[in-house]
């Protein structure tokens, strides 16, 4: 906490503790701004090049064909 010693505007040991937390919850919140912000860019980023892209990029096939899921279906019972 603050020195006892320094207290220029002359406020009670509890107003100080108060001011204190409250910076402390600002800064955070400051902190949380910045990194949405930071994520929201991202995606802009993202979506823009998307958009960028010409209309035929979007009915291009696959370029790993055998990523998809195939599931085989067996007819015998256990």
Same mark, same amino acid.
């Given at each position: ?13 509890? !107003?100080?503790l !108060?001011?204190?937390? !409250? #910076?402390?919850?600002?800064? =955070?919140? =400051? #902190? ?13 980023v993202?979506? =823009?090049? =998307?958009?960028?892209?010409? @209309? ?6 696959? @370029?790993t064909?055998?990523?998809?899921? !195939?599931i ?7």
């Amino acid at each position: 906490m603050s020195d006892d010693k320094i207290n220029i505007l002359g406020h009670t040991e509890r !107003t100080r503790l !108060t001011a204190d937390i !409250t #910076y402390l919850m600002l800064k =955070g919140a =400051g #902190y949380a701004a910045i990194f949405c912000l930071a994520i929201w860019l991202v995606i802009a980023v993202i979506a =823009g090049i =998307g958009r960028a892209l010409p @209309p035929e990029s979007r009915d291009a096939q696959d @370029p790993t064909p055998w990523s998809a899921l !195939t599931i085989v279906a067996e007819d015998h019972i256990v």
